[in-house]
Every structure is written in structure tokens, then in C-alpha cells.
């Protein structure tokens, strides 16, 4: 009896996934450690180069893994290195039948049709943890407390050789405390839309970055809304108090011609571009997972295409109706992906977010976004980037990064607010006396407004005003830092034993306020420029520094994990310090022109000395 209704459980998950056309395919998750540990190899030259489009497939990454344990590379890894290895190639390959305590996990497999092979894997598993923040300022300090308790469960497993599934859920109690700043316009103070009626000014309440974590480090990890325990019906959009979420991921992949060609569709997190991990500028890991349908074909060893069409979510800041009612938007992007040996590495990416229509030429990877709204007119937010990587396998590498939103290359490019792109430079090399270590040095600077976009009428939507702003969930698809920043970063990351991985890393950002009497333009997301006179407004100009308040942000922060070898535990902490002031111009903010700065310590831009503490255990890590 029991057969039969695994026969019948098996039959019935094909039928659904029959549609895609199933080793394990399924998506490692993008905060495994793993990628790293591949970065590493690569630049080391220990395997062959991987693709810049992830997450990875399970298979992917043991066959990666089997390429770098290979007898030829044996003098060069460390004994330490090889265990870390031999580690991961047990984690992802395929378990044995029966339950695994150690795993937290039952899997089961069998034959159908004779020769088919189908399997199916229900696991569990937990994540606990608390944060802290102790602020001082010049007159007064203050301590906050942070939350996160999730659970999970999932499913996954092969039909066949080719395609593989899993779904995820996960539900918990969370608690981000936030401070609340003050108003900002959407766009400048003092805009005049009587020369068109269809761009209207309005003000959003600002928030700080959550006060128990490092700035700019807080992923939600809930969908759509939260819920207070006080009114489980009631859609809320943030946790500043205990309150419930949940999430929900899954993915039915496909992978042919020994993973030259990969097809999914499904609802996960993604990070392209040959850049380091956490480095794009156009598709970054920190964005908020949303559904779509994509595909990755590598004919050659030098060349490969993807493509991925899905559909954004709304940011539930207004009310669950209010809020999706003006943002109904869909995202495509492709990426063309050229590359000599070990050596160079060069991504073409453009990409659109669009209010949801069927656009076939949006959706199909042989056309061009960026020249194909000229052919269906002008309603979408378009963009453009580009990655050159240089390196020498053994030393390390060196980056360019540029991501264009809008520009004008007749107009000034130095100073006018349209010029809207962001920019990194960086550089990595390896350690050789320590295990899979290296130092990975950055700077990355995003100009006012960039991944902003108007709200404009649109035909299909009637006298609604749609966002199209180049965010999902109220965050940015692209590098995670807001408009109107620049970021410096330094660090250091290592394995010194099989188990345990340590970080050290400083970072200087500095910010343009988004609220006060000094805010300045085009520093939020949330931020629209004005569309007329854009090229001789003499309102509609950046002076980074020299145009209004700006925050300096210096973080030192140190972190950890150790992984239980007889235990399915993994402990990880983090703690550092935030150094936080203003600086300011004597003129008025925004006023066109350059002005010298200084460093300020008001009641409005105080100055704060932050340390921060997180700590945190894994059930069943995955």
C-alpha cells in the first residue's frame, strides 16, 4: 500500500512539473558558504571558470567540487582545504534511503516505469537568533533588542536524471527595531508640477537601517507582510515589535548537456554577474527573491546567455491594496557573458522593469531591451550594465564594474542628476598561507537617483500613476546601498579549520540624508526626478559632499561560524562598532552649486558611537 501511494505521489508532482520537460538540480542557496569556496578556487585556478549566473544547481557545484579534489591538484591544497571539500561533496550529494537524525531529514526513492528514478526529501530545520545595539551620543544612549526565530520545512528531490524540485516553507517571529527620522519629498521640496499634472510631489516617512544589525546588512526574510499578535489580520509592512512572518521558496529545474543548459522557474534569490559574490550592481544576491522563468546556455567555453522574466512585488507601505494597486510591475533582464581561459571576463546585461503586460520582445533573450522600447514606446525604466574582470590564476583579480539607468552623453556627466549610474572598482587576491583565505578591497559609488524611476501614466492602467522604480519588495535590484552613496570596503575572510570560517571587514559609506532641513535630493529609492529641464535646471545637480547633509558611516565588524562535527548545530556571531556623523554646507541644501563642508553634531544629525552584537544557532544547517 505503501508504494503505491509514493507511485501516485511521484506521478501526480510530474504531471504538474511536465511543462519544464530530472542527480539533484535543485538551487544552493546563495549565503552558503560554498560560494566562496569556489571564488577562491577559481581565482587559484584549481577548477575550470563557473558561470557568473547563480545560484548554482546541486549538481553544479559537486562536479565542481570533484574537478578541484582531482589527484593533479593535491599538492596544492592544504589537508585543511581538502576536508572543507570533502565536507561540501558529502553535503550535496545524494543521501541514503532512511531517516538521517543528523540532517534532519527522511529520503526515499524508486523506480518507475523500470528505469526512471524519482525521489523525494522532507527535511526541517531552525534558525534562532538575537541582536543587539547599544547607541551613545553626545547627551544620552540607548539599547535595542532584535529578534529572529524561524522554522522551516521542505521538499525536494529528482523525477528522473534531468529535473529536480524543491519547495520551502518557513514561518517565525521577527523584531527589527527602526527610529523614525521625519518626511521626505518624493521629489524636491519646493516642485512645481503645474507644467504637468501627471508628476505629482508627496512625502514618505523615513526610517533608520534596523538598529540591531550593521548598516545596510538586514535582509527580510518574510514575504509580503507581518503580522502583530495582537491582530493576525492585519497587513503590516514592518516588525519595529514582535510580530509573525512567513516565506515561501520553490523552484522545478532542469539542467541537459552536462549543465550547459540549465532552465528553471521558480521563486528564489539570484546574483549575476562575474563580479565577486555580493558585488553586483545590476542583479544582487540582496535583492528579494520574486517568481520568474529563466534560462543559462553555455554552447562554448567562452560564451554563455541567460535570460530571466518574472514577476516584482509590491512594497506593503501604504496597505495591502493601496500599495500593490500602484505597483504592478514585471522584470526581465539578460545577461551575454564572454570569457578567455581563467583569464578575462566580460558580462553584457541589460534589463526592464515594466508594468505586467505580455511583452514577447522583453521576454526573448535575442532582442535588445534597451533598443526595443523605442519600437513600443516609452513607459518602462530601462538599464544597462557591464562587467570587465581581469585575472591571473594563483595572484588574484581585478574588476570594473558600470550600471547604467539613465544618462545623457551630450549633457554634463560630472554634475546633472540625470546622469544616474553607479560605478565599483575592486580587487582580490588570495592568501597562500592560510586556508581558502583572501582580502577583497572595493570602492562602489551610486549617483542621486539611480534605480529610482517616475511614476507616469500608462495606457493599460488607465489614470493610475504606476511605480516602475527599479526595486522588488521596496528593494533595490541592484547593489544595496541606496541613491546618493559611495561605499569603501575592506575584507578579510578565511577558513583556518574544516568547520569554522572567520570574517574581518571595514566599510566607509557616506550617505546623502534623506530627511531633515538638509536633506538632499535623489537619496532614497523611494526619490523621482523631475522630468523637465532636466539638462539646464540648476536645481537638478550633484555635488556629492558639497550639496546638503550627508552621513559618514565607519563600521569595523568581526564574524564567525563553527559548525558541530557530531552535533547538526552551527553557531554564528558578529560584532563590531559603527562610528556615525554628519557633515553639512553653510548655504541650503541643493542649491546648485558646490560649497564647502563640515562635520556637525546637532539634535537633527547627532553624532553616535554604535556597537553592535549578533549571535545566532542553525538546527539542521543546511
Known amino acids: 500500500m505503501k508504494t503505491n501511494l509514493w507511485v501516485v505521489f511521484y506521478i ?37 571558470p563557473l558561470s557568473g549566473i547563480r545560484p548554482y544547481t546541486q549538481s553544479v557545484v559537486v562536479s565542481a567540487i570533484g574537478e578541484i579534489l582531482d589527484s593533479k591538484n ?22 541514503d534511503t532512511g531517516i538521517d537524525w543528523r540532517r534532519g531529514a527522511f529520503y526515499g526513492e524508486t523506480l518507475l516505469g523500470g528505469n ?63 527610529k523614525y527620522f521625519g518626511e521626505y519629498n518624493i521629489y524636491y521640496e519646493g516642485f512645481d508640477n503645474e507644467k504637468n499634472s501627471e508628476y505629482q510631489n508627496d512625502t514618505f516617512p523615513v526610517f533608520s537601517e534596523p538598529l540591531t544589525h550593521f548598516p545596510y546588512t538586514y535582509r527580510k526574510k518574510w514575504d509580503g507582510s507581518v503580522f502583530f499578535l495582537t491582530s493576525l489580520s492585519s497587513f503590516e509592512y514592518w516588525p519595529d515589535t514582535i510580530a509573525g512572518g512567513y516565506g515561501l521558496l520553490a523552484e522545478i529545474t532542469a539542467s541537459f548537456f552536462e549543465n550547459r543548459l540549465i532552465m528553471r ?31 543559462a546556455f553555455s554552447p562554448v567555453s567562452w560564451f554563455s546567455i541567460a535570460s530571466l522574466t518574472g514577476a516584482l512585488e509590491y512594497f506593503n507601505g501604504a496597505g495591502i491594496k493601496d500599495s500593490s494597486m500602484t505597483f504592478q510591475n514585471a522584470f526581465s533582464i539578460n545577461t551575454l557573458q564572454f570569457r578567455y581561459k581563467n583569464y578575462l571576463f566580460f558580462d553584457f546585461t541589460d534589463a526592464v522593469v515594466y508594468p505586467k503586460r505580455f511583452e514577447p520582445g522583453y521576454m526573448a533573450p535575442i532582442i535588445s531591451n534597451f533598443f526595443y522600447q523605442n519600437n513600443i514606446g516609452d513607459f518602462d525604466n530601462m538599464a544597462m550594465s557591464f562587467n570587465l574582470k581581469a585575472q591571473y590564476p594563483g595572484l588574484g583579480n581585478i574588476w570594473v564594474s558600470f550600471f547604467m539607468d539613465e544618462m545623457n552623453f551630450l549633457s554634463d556627466i560630472s554634475t546633472l542628476d540625470r546622469q544616474m549610474f553607479a560605478l565599483q572598482a575592486g580587487l582580490t587576491f588570495f592568501l597562500p598561507f592560510l586556508s581558502f583565505s583572501s582580502i577583497k578591497l572595493s570602492y562602489t559609488a551610486v549617483n542621486p537617483y539611480t534605480y529610482t524611476h517616475n511614476r507616469n501614466y500608462n495606457p493599460w492602467y488607465g489614470e493610475q500613476r504606476m511605480e516602475t522604480a527599479y526595486t522588488n519588495n521596496g528593494v533595490s535590484l541592484g547593489y544595496y546601498l541606496p541613491p546618493n552613496s559611495d561605499e569603501l570596503l575592506v575584507r578579510f575572510d578565511t577558513a583556518p579549520l574544516k568547520n569554522i570560517t572567520a570574517s574581518l571587514q571595514y566599510q566607509m559609506i557616506r550617505h546623502g540624508a534623506d530627511f531633515g532641513t538638509s536633506a538632499v535630493d535623489g537619496s532614497n529609492l523611494l526619490s523621482e526626478l523631475d522630468p523637465n529641464g532636466r539638462d539646464d535646471n540648476q536645481i537638478l545637480k550633484r555635488f556629492f559632499l558639497h550639496d546638503g547633509a550627508y552621513q559618514w558611516l565607519h563600521i569595523i565588524k568581526l564574524g564567525g561560524e563553527w559548525t558541530l562535527e557530531k552535533a547538526p548545530l552551527a553557531f554564528y556571531w558578529e560584532i563590531g562598532t559603527v562610528i556615525s556623523y554628519f557633515t ?21 544629525y547627532p553624532r553616535t558611537t554604535a556597537f553592535i552584537a549578533r549571535i545566532g544557532i542553525r538546527v539542521f544547517p543546511k
Open 584 to 604: 553639512n554646507t553653510k548655504e541650503p541644501a541643493n542649491s546648485g552649486e558646490a560649497y564647502p563642508y563640515e562635520i556637525i553634531d546637532t539634535p537633527e
Open 74 to 95: 593535491n599538492e596544492r591544497l592544504t589537508p585543511t582545504e581538502r576536508e572543507i571539500l570533502e565536507r561540501y561533496l558529502v553535503k550535496f550529494s545524494r543521501p
Open 265 to 295: 522557474m521558480g521563486r528564489l534569490s539570484h546574483e549575476w554577474g562575474s563580479s565577486p559574490q555580493g558585488s553586483s550592481l545590476s542583479f544582487n544576491q540582496a535583492a528579494r527573491p520574486f517568481f520568474g522563468i529563466e534560462a
Open 116 to 178: 526512471t528514478r524519482v525521489s523525494a526529501n522532507l527535511g526541517v530545520s531552525a534558525n534562532i537568533e538575537g541582536s543587539t545595539g547599544l547607541y551613545f551620543n553626545t547627551s544620552d544612549y540607548e539599547n535595542n533588542f532584535g529578534t529572529e526565530v524561524w522554522l522551516e520545512a521542505c521538499l525536494n528531490g529528482d523525477l528522473g536524471e534531468d529535473i529536480s524540485y524543491n519547495f520551502s516553507f518557513t514561518g517565525g517571529l521577527i523584531q527589527a527595531p527602526r
Open 12 to 48: 501526480l508532482l510530474a504531471v504538474f512539473s511536465a511543462p519544464v520537460i530530472a542527480q539533484t538540480h535543485a538551487s544552493v542557496p546563495l549565503e552558503n558558504q560554498i560560494y566562496y569556496i569556489l571564488e577562491q578556487a577559481q581565482l587559484r585556478g584549481l577548477c575550470s
